[in-house]
Structure formats: C-alpha cells, structure tokens
C-alpha cells in the first residue's frame, strides 16, 4: 500500500534534485529519506530514482507515478484546508513559496504577526525563484508565492504590496564608504561577488551595469545572501543586494550601503495566487497580514 509520507517524500526528491537537499527541505535525515524511498519502491516493485551525477532524476516509471502523486497530494492538501474552513476560526494549512532572501528576511515577520492572530493556521514555507513559484502555483503544489514583479503570469491573481530597493553594499573601510552612491562607471575596476544567477536581484544587477556598457568582473558567485555578505565584509568584492537584506549589518557598522545611481534601482513585489472563487479564509488571512506588514518591511522603514 502507498503512503502519503513516501508520496510527499519522492515529490520532494524530484523537486530539489536530491536526497540531502530533500531531507533538509522535510526535516528528516539522509538514511530516514532513503528508507522511506526503498518502501515506496518495494511498494510498487520498480525502480523510481536514478542518481545522475550529483543529482537525482525520476524513472520511466518514476514520472508516471510523479505525476499521479503531485494530483493526490495536491487533493489531500485541498481536502485538509476545506476541512479546515469548516472548524471555528482560521484553521488549516497554508503553504507559501519564495525566493531565498525573501524567506530569510520577508517572511519572518509577517509569520509572526500572522501567528499572533491567526495561531490554528498552519504555514509550510519552500523557497524557489519566481519562475519556480509560479510553475508549481499551476500544479497545485502551492497556495500562495511571494515574488517580484518581473513577469505577468496567466489564470493568477497578482497583488501588488510594495517597493523595495537595490544597494551597492562594501566593507565599512572601503574607499566607497563615504559616499552617497555609485554609479555604473564605477565598478569597471571592482570585483563584483554575484549572487545567484537565476535571481531577479542579478537580472536587474547586470542589465543595470550591461545598459552602459560595463562588463563587470566576478570575483565570486555564491547562492546564500548571508554567504555573499560575509564575502563583502572578507573583501572579496562589492555585491548588490535589497537595502532589507542588510540593515542590521549597516546600522552595526560592519557594511555600507550605497544607492545605484542618481535615482537607484527599484521593484515591485506581489502576491500571487489562484484566483478561484470562493478564496480560503487561509490564503485572504495570510494576504491581509502581508499588505499590512510587507510595505514597510520592503521601503526599509522597518
């Protein structure tokens, strides 16, 4: 018999690549993950996961039963929020995606204040690029996103809730640290650590510098925001980053934050979601609790 654990778990395994990655994204360890995927193979009697590399990818049969198990759980989830609209308050599961910074940093306090008031409300937070995001809106494998405003996604609704800006960022001893802000001209001769490739943060960064002709030199490219942060502060570069993401450090004095430009470099956030009729109750509590407590949060004023 199939369990909805092993079928949560093999999604998992697909979604992220690999074993570890999966069980840090599940909480559970690497032989825990494994036994489970052994069960669920004995289950069936094939082989569902190859290791390809340092990742791992779905057998022929692997996908037929992916694709079967994205609906179940997809279903289960569905059938556990309706249940739970039917019990007194806001009571269910949410399950909310977002790239990494926004997890680390967005998210905290409007999980907080969302905790306070709505406390039978349960929240799965996964993190994943916009595009990501949105792709796994469409299979159901998700409520709600919360992503920049970079691309008009179809048959979803998108809720504008603030601005955020983009900051040059270098170690408080840096020749920069006493200026206001640089401009593009001015990283011709600074190594520059990048942050992840596929994010919105490093589009808007190169076409920002390519636009006038600046072919910036990496030093570093690094997938963490703390990592990236720690390698300005070690020297290694100058890195542009949301001004929300470095506060602490800036008013600690161990960074520097500059404007990009005379005017700087901004975005639009959103939240994006289904738009069915009727909404559960989770998703317009986690949305209430988002445009009150996001716009400050994202302007810096917070």
């Not at 909310?96 to 905790?115: D, F, G, H, I, S």
């Not at 901004?266 to 939240?271: D, G, L, Q, T, Y």
């Amino acid at each position: 018999m199939l369990e909805t654990k092993q079928l949560r778990i093999f999604k998992t395994i697909v979604d992220v690549g690999s074993f570890t990655r999966a069980g840090e994204h599940l909480g559970l360890s690497q032989s825990a993950v494994s036994q489970q995927v052994r069960g669920l193979e004995d289950a069936v009697g094939v082989p569902l996961l190859l290791r390809a590399g340092k990742g791992t990818r779905p057998t022929h049969a692997g996908e037929l039963l992916l694709h079967c198990a994205r609906q179940v759980l997809a279903k289960l989830d569905e059938v556990e929020r309706l249940l739970g609209e039917q019990g007194e308050g806001h009571t269910g599961a949410l399950r909310v995606c977002a790239p990494e910074p926004a997890c680390a940093y967005l998210m905290p306090p409007v999980l907080a204040t969302l905790r306070t008031r709505f406390p039978r409300i349960e929240v799965r937070v996964a993190n994943a690029h916009p595009e990501a995001t949105l792709a796994r809106l469409a299979a159901a494998d998700v409520d709600v996103g919360l992503v920049p405003m970079s691309v008009e996604p179809e048959r979803v609704r998108v809720l504008q809730i603030g601005r955020d800006e983009l900051v040059a960022i270098v170690p408080r001893d840096h020749p920069w640290a006493g200026r206001r802000c640089v401009t593009t001209r001015d990283f011709e001769d600074e190594p520059l650590v990048l942050y992840d490739r596929q994010s919105p943060i490093t589009t808007l960064t190169l076409e920002w510098l390519l636009a006038d002709g600046v072919f910036p030199r990496v030093a570093l490219e690094i997938e963490q925001l703390e990592g990236l942060k720690r390698a300005v502060r070690a020297g290694i570069g100058v890195a542009v980053v949301p001004a929300w993401s470095v506060g602490a450090e800036v008013a600690a004095g161990e960074l520097t934050a500059l404007g990009l430009g005379d005017v700087g470099l901004s975005r639009a956030w959103a939240i994006v979601y289904v738009d069915s009729q009727p909404q559960p109750a989770t998703l317009r509590a986690f949305v209430q609790v988002c445009a009150e407590v996001l716009p400050p949060v994202l302007s810096g004023l917070r």
